[in-house]
């Protein structure tokens, strides 16, 4: 039997603006399996970091369910909506949202002080992701005097921190130039098969094609298709695999 | 593989903890709060050298010397007059809306860091304990300096007017108890004024850090400023 970690039943997302409702998710399904790499697609405004939002506990979806290692999370109270979100998911965004008035490696610690995880250990913690990530002599400069590159390297030690079963990252290589991107993508997709940890990243990044396992074309708040990975590779064949 | 376990609680934080992440984010972003605190310094300031100078001349008066003085204004024998009263009032008024805006301020262009930490794990509590500390801190330091400069502002100022006679006769208790709660001598006024702007400041940013707190992350990471 398959191990699902994400499921979401009907998921609707209506966000309202004085008299006007507009719909961001019309009913999304999806079922997403332990340790796969997903990658959800689809034009801007289609509603893929909307439903980043609701499978990351970020907000509240209108309507449906979403169940994370089975459990309704409409049903979860505040205190395990914090620690589910400190403990089982590494968030990652496209503009890093790295706290600027802390370090590198002060950004790194934070949610391992939220975890309850004692001083000497998460130092060591930290040293080792950041170094892991290719920062090991940038530990302790500010966010503010870090590259792109080099921010979102924080962001993904950062998001590593409490050793979570999901990464989700939305856009992850959008502000980044196409080295770097391949570079970000690369060091996701090492902790996906390295580490078995589920990804799951909205992207117009065509690069992300190759090392997703499928894809989940999103339009208009819909699931439009799903695409395994030996459709997607012929596909890219197709595209003419220029790089 | 993993097995599907429960989700557990969150922990709450010890408060040294907080303690220590309130004081580091003063110290990284010291020229930010020295602009906000500059907010509160002024606003007690301008309270702190009315109301002293108020007391002074009162004190003066009473000291039986107003009538070498040429008459500053229509004190009573009552002692405090209403255009007085006003003016203490009015420069309250002006400290509560100046200390709120910059605080108000301060914490909405903080709404993102807000939504980033509860991405980390934080709870709501933490987040409003965590702008509670740092308001409280920067309001006592703040008001303090404000205060001091204030009382000077005021002194030289009674010192124009009055010459040395200004420290035979300083208020520092109450000239006259009383009076009712618009004299409070310069001691209590100091005290009065660090606490005010402490509260002020408190509470300006602790409502709304407290709002902020409790939308979901993805709406507090998306207010740009
Ligand atoms: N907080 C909000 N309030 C109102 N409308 C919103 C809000 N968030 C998103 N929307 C709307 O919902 C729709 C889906 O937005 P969403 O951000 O999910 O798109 P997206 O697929 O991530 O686009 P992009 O590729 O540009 O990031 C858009 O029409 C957007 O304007
Ligand atoms: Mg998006």
Redesign the pocket.
Known sequence: MPDIVVKTEDVVKE?R?GSNV?R?LDGINIEIQRGEYISLM?P????????FNMIGALDRPTEGEVYIDGQNMSHLSQRQIAAFRCHRVGYIFQSYNLLNVRTAHGNVTLPMIFAGIPEKQRNEKAERLLDKVGLGDRMYHLPDELSGGQRQRVAIARALANDPSIILAD?PTANLDTITGREIIDLIKQLNTEQGVTVIS?T?DLKMLDVSDRIVD?RDGLVERIRNRDEIEIEVGEVGGHE | MEQQRPIEEQIDLPFLESLRISFQSLKIRFGRSIITTAGITLGIAFLVSVWTNNEIEFALQESGRSSEIANLDEASEQGISTKDIWLIIMSLIVCVVGIANSMLMAVTERFREIGTMKCLGALDGFVVRLFLLESGFQGFAGALIGALIGLLGAVILGLKNYGLDLFFYFPLLPARPENGPFQLGVLLLILFGCLLGMILAVIGSSFPAWRAAKLPPA?AM?TEV
């Not at chain 1, 801007?44 to 439903?51: A, N």
């Open positions: 966000y603006m507009l961001a689809g801007s405004g289609s509603g893929k970091s909307t439903l856009e909205a117009h999103i | 709406e998306r």
